[in-house]
């Protein structure tokens, strides 16, 4: 699978969150055709979330 980065709110350096590597990310796609994906920050374990253009979800959902 494909590694997945995303703005992990808890994972802050300077009090900005960073990017991440994110865990076992779901890639869904709402009634409005966006794609989104779910999962957890590898650093800290917290839930992450993230929108994704449309070809970077139809590439994790393959
Ligand atoms: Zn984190």
Redesign the pocket.
């Known amino acids: 699978m494909q590694e997945l980065k995303a703005l992990?709110m808890?994972?802050r350096t300077d009090n900005k969150p960073t990017m991440?590597v994110m865990n076992n990310p779901v890639v869904t796609k709402n009634d409005k055709g966006r794609y989104s994906a779910k999962g957890q920050?590898s650093?800290?374990?917290?839930n992450m979330f993230k929108f994704m253009s449309a070809t970077d979800g139809e590439a994790m959902m393959k």
Do not use: D, N, P, V
């Open positions: 992990c808890k994972c991440q920050c650093a800290c374990g917290g």
